[in-house]
């Protein structure tokens, strides 16, 4: 089965630009997640979507970032306008319900540098 | 304020040895506790889980082990190999919070390196 996809895998671009990553779940998966990983901050939760509607997007950072999940293979997070501080390593997850619980599968990442 | 901590950011074994990352969390809601491991340039791939109905999971080399009353956990490898150096990150989740399905909270990952 194919895993969590992402594209770009890497992106640089200039400060004032709009991003957007992409992000097709595993099939079958009801829940997507958008997390962003730095050095200071560690693996943090931006937003998560349960069947295609926002739950809780309260790691949002700013207005600057908003994320979209149209259907349920796809997924869009826009930084506009980017800054330099939005430098990070940015993960999709999905995950379905389970017996055994909530396990979280990621995708490869993508990785942002806005200078 | 982190809910989910991993003091140690890194850790240096010996190949054939144990290693034993540890977990603590402060959520009393948290039920269930999972272990990501990470290499360079790739997503974290799930490891190990654990549910707060038990406090030990084993497989294969790896086995979790959960402490409520400590609100701990930890995660042994025994034998430890060179190709498990990679970060570790715990996380944990309250797994219907809110009537819908969960998130994880992750700690910052603690890097293991195994020496041959």
């Known amino acids: 089965d194919a895993g969590v996809i992402q594209s770009p895998r890497h992106e640089v671009t200039e400060m004032g630009q709009e991003v957007t990553l992409r992000c097709k779940p595993i099939?079958?998966?009801?829940?997507l997640f958008w997390y962003r990983q730095t050095m200071m901050r560690g693996l943090e939760l931006l937003i998560y979507?349960?069947?295609?509607?926002?739950?809780?997007d309260s790691g949002m950072p700013e207005d600057r970032f908003s994320a979209k999940m149209p259907n349920a293979s796809f997924s869009t997070l826009k930084i506009q306008p980017s800054e330099p501080r939005d430098s990070a390593v940015y993960f999709c997850?999905?995950?379905?319900?389970?017996?055994?619980?909530?396990?979280?599968?990621f995708g490869e990442g993508s990785w942002l540098t806005v200078v | 304020d982190q809910q989910v901590k991993q003091n140690s950011p890194s850790l240096s074994v010996q190949e054939g040895r144990i290693s034993i990352l540890n977990c603590d969390y402060t959520?009393?809601?948290?039920?269930?506790f999972l272990w990501y491991k990470k290499y360079p340039a790739e997503g974290p791939t799930f490891l190990i889980s654990?549910?707060?109905?038990?406090d030990k999971n084993e497989d294969g080399r790896f086995t979790v082990f959960l402490n409520k009353s400590a609100k701990h956990l930890s995660l042994h490898i025994v034998p430890s190999q060179p190709g498990d150096s990679a970060v570790y990150f715990c996380?944990?989740?309250?797994?219907?919070?809110?009537?819908?399905?969960?998130?994880?909270?992750f700690g910052k990952g603690t890097k293991l390196s195994v020496k041959p």
């Open positions: 997850a999905s995950s379905r319900p389970d017996s055994s619980g909530n396990t979280i599968y």
């Open positions: 099939s079958g998966h009801n829940s």
């Open positions: 979507f349960n069947n295609n509607v926002p739950i809780d």
């Open positions: 959520n009393s809601m948290f039920d269930y």
């Open positions: 654990i549910s707060s109905i038990k």
């Open positions: 996380a944990a989740s309250a797994l219907w919070y809110g009537g819908s399905q969960g998130n994880l909270i």
